[in-house]
């Protein structure tokens, strides 16, 4: 490890957990599992994962195209951010011959949005709604 906290035994350790990171990970018996991931990694992965989402929500891009948008990962990292992608149903891909074309896959990020925000998002626009009645009174 490299920074600041670098000789601080198990920093990353508890990086990780005040993140989150362990609890997503429980072991079968529920004890914390490490990931085994530097957290510093992780903020990186999850950054690259959300620059593709942003490509891919324009247009239907092939691999290639991916690749050359994002010039400083090579393709076997744009592949493996891709496959985690598709694994969580957020991508769908589609080949056409030896051609690759990776589609958004809008419907989980619906759920998400219905489940999370929507209910938010409905309180507030009855609060303004209220608040524009009250207003015109």
Not at 31 to 46: C, E, F, I, K, R
Not at 56 to 72: E, I
Not at 83 to 102: P, Y
């Amino acid at each position: 490890q490299k920074g600041g906290m670098a000789h601080h035994p198990a920093h990353d350790l508890a990086a990780q957990a005040l993140r989150g990171f362990l609890s997503v990970n429980d072991g079968a018996d529920g004890t914390p599992v490490v990931p085994g991931v530097p957290s510093a990694d992780m903020a990186a992965g999850l950054y690259a994962v959300s620059a593709i989402l942003d490509v891919l929500k324009d247009d239907p891009q092939t691999t290639g195209a991916l690749c050359g948008r994002f010039p400083a990962l090579d393709r076997c990292t744009v592949m493996q951010h891709l496959k985690v992608l598709e694994d969580a149903d957020l991508v769908i891909v589609r080949r056409q011959g030896r051609v690759r074309w990776n589609y958004l896959n809008p419907l989980p990020i619906k759920h998400i949005h219905e489940r999370w925000i929507g209910a938010y998002a409905a309180r507030s626009v009855e609060l303004l709604d209220r608040l524009k009645s009250d207003i015109e009174d």
